[in-house]
């Protein structure tokens, strides 16, 4: 589709509503900004600009400009010509990777609910259309697009404020090869949150695969699995929410399926995985009550069949929900003892079971996923990282800590790379600048993950964790003092009784340090081990290949130095991209169409930096380079730069500018990079370059189709000949013989040639026969020349 066409397109179909780039606000305050989101979300345009950044909210319904028509009209298109979309900016990274041979990546933020998850799968499906490829690069494409129904069903819940809650996080690499073709990709996942696993608040739902097994399975897996109604299992009642309005279970189980047939799991491996799945919810009605201040499995009964599903001896199963081997030190010996446990206890050893069987299953997923998707050597690739939204509840334990964390670190980033880096490198750089005031969140980071002087808040945990035999139940409680003693004159730090606050770049919020030590510690006891590696079933026991009898040195890791080595490696891993940025918002919390919250949305600009972005943006340069790419990008436009420049880079770079006549205010050049003022400049430079590939384009095309044109003569004037060759009366083997010229041998005939002396040059010499005017051979004229 041409230029013209986009453009009919946009100003008959699109009608203005508030600014599409908010970097041309009138006035930059959050009440502007606000405003003008506003208006663009009760017109119906979600998205919107803030430079190259793309701002996000949530419309709570399907929205009309997602159909192949909008992906032709952004396929090629320069971001500004058409309105701001999710795919004009996955076509600029997909474009980029492929001219600037550079990995790319997309950082998606916002809170829950504010439609992370959505967006990632637009660019998903994006790119699988764009792309192109023959059956090996579609089977790819099956498996990134069928990977989300299979994640989101194992992995996202209803929550109160969103009903497809991502409940990990997802860092997901399309690789392609140099053709542009995606032929491999790559997921990480992080912090699955496992304690929903057995235990939910009001109004939220356990993972949707739950729902989905009990609602779509079929009648002879309902008799296999003892499938009830979701009512009746412990893990789900108790927050006595089953339906999720605007979902059909029953459809997304055969969905779910279907994913897991797509992505190369045996029918065989997807029973046992169900099978794993109703076994969770049979383990969680096992119920125990007190007998002389231990434990007792109150209804024996209800131990048979959670143990037929899981391959194990009921037995077995019994003993270990209700004791515990652990090792004594006596005398300078070790021996094992077997302790009995008390309900308590009992029943954090049943859920222990129930999370780190689901943790692991959904492992081995996510495994499946890469394993039929990884190629051995990586050329390009496009990240795409869904992580979940901030989050501030009623009440806030150490799961809401460690997303919190996480998102804190994000949005480290883009403070470092879009307000910090930008700020500094024009300094490094020599260019002109008025430095932009910002809040930058690396305060609060450190305050949570420092390792020494003053130690963070993780490094006290794992201290307390670490000498928790020591400290008997009052552990959290310890760890209540130690922060105080270690940060509690910190800023972004306040304790109360029963927990702390962090002043978070989101807002403030309560953590309640109840469960932070258990939860942290994240242990799976031996005991619980030996027993799934004593299960019939080889696919139990590949999920549990733990070596148990090697003695281990040193401290065991716990749940929070994990996320923050992962938040840390992730961090690495997005900084080598190209990064681009969608900042989702939340409207309301209804999760209704229409419905404007004011005050939530103005703290979401307030905390998302948008104000500081703005301002930084337009003050600063829309786009800046490297001497050597911006030659090597744009060299065609001149004679003298094409196909290289034999000089200095940067006088190189001066020449070009100036031949393409632009504005000396619209650039400056650094001492490594040059940078262009505004957008427009940008677009220019990029519709010349398509002009000059279109013009050389054209001539190859024109001397193509004269080759062609050529070739085709040929063959029509040798088809010709052949259709009349030996159907000729005379000289039937004349047509396909060449012109010679002289018939006559002029050159073996002495006589003949001096006759013709006196000519200068013969064209044609031939014997002919003469005719009178009565068509009669004139008489003694028989042959003559």
Known sequence: MGSKERFHWQSHNVKQSGVDDMVLL???????????????????????????????????????????????????????????????????????????????????????????TVAAKYIMGYISKVSGGGDKVQHVKDIILQSNPLLEAFGNAKTVRNNNSSRFGKYFEIQFSR?????????????????????????????????????????????????????????????????????????????????????????????LVLQLVAGILHLGNISFCEEGNYARVESVDLLAFPAYLLGIDSGRLQEKLTSRKMDSKWGGRSESIDVTLNVEQAAYTRDALAKGLYARLFDFLVEAINRAMQKPQEEYSIGVLDIYGFEIFQKNGFEQFCINFVNEKLQQIFIELTLKAEQEEYVQEGIR????????????????????????????LDDVCATMHATGGGADQTLLQKLQAAVGTHEHFNSWSAGFVI?????????????????NRDVLFSDLIELMQSSDQDFLRMLFPEKLNIDKKGRPSTAGSKIKKQ??????????????????IKPNETKRPRDWEESRVKHQVEYLGLRENIRVRRAGFAYRRQFSKFLQRYAILTPETWPRWRGDERQGVQHLLRAVNMEPDQYQMGSTKVFVKNPESLFL???????????????????????????????????????????????????????????????????????LAKRERVDFADSVTKYDRRFKVRPGLSNGT
């Open 433 to 460: 600048w008025t430095p932009i005031e910002y809040f930058n969140n690396k305060i609060v980071c450190d305050l949570i993950e420092n390792k020494l002087s003053p130690p963070g808040i993780m490094s006290v």
């Open 503 to 519: 002043h978070h770049y989101a807002g403030k919020v309560s953590y309640d340090v109840s469960g932070f030590c258990e939860r």
């Open 26 to 116: 009138p006035q930059i305050t959050e009440d502007a900004i606000v405003s003008n989101l506003r208006k663009r979300f009760m017109d119906d345009y979600i998205f919107t600009y803030i430079g190259s950044v793309l701002i996000s909210v949530n419309p709570f319904k399907q929205m009309p400009y997602f159909t192949d028509r909008e992906i032709d009209l952004y396929q090629g298109a320069a971001q500004y010509e058409n309105p701001p979309h999710i795919y004009a900016l996955t076509d600029n990274m997909y474009r980029n990777m492929l001219i600037d041979c550079e990995n790319q990546c997309v950082i998606i933020s916002g809170e829950s609910g504010a439609g992370k």
């Open 567 to 584: 938040a840390n490696d992730l961090v690495s891993t997005l900084k080598k991209c190209t990064p681009h940025y969608i900042r989702c």
């Open 685 to 755: 430079l990029e519709e010349m370059r398509e002009r000059k590939f279109d013009g050389f384009a054209r001539t190859i095309q024109k001397a193509w189709r004269r080759h062609v044109a050529v070739r085709k003569y040929e063959e029509m004037r040798e088809e010709a000949s052949n259709i009349l060759l030996n159907k000729k009366e005379r000289r039937r083997n004349s047509i396909n013989r060449n012109f010679v010229g002289d018939y006559l041998g002029l050159e073996e005939r002495p006589e003949l040639r001096q006759f």
């Open 179 to 271: 053709g542009g073709e995606p032929d491999g990709g790559k997921i990480s996942n992080f912090l699955l949150e496992k304690s929903r696993v057995v235990m939910q608040n009001e109004n939220e739902r356990n993972f949707h695969i739950y729902y989905q097994l009990l609602e779509g399975a079929s009648q002879e897996q309902q008799q296999n699995l003892g499938l009830m109604t979701p009512d009746y299992y412990y893990y789900l009642n108790q927050s006595d929410t089953y339906k999720v309005e605007g979902t059909d279970d029953r459809s997304d189980f055969s969905e779910t399926l279907s994913a897991m047939q797509v992505i190369g799991i045996p029918t065989s491996v997807q029973q």
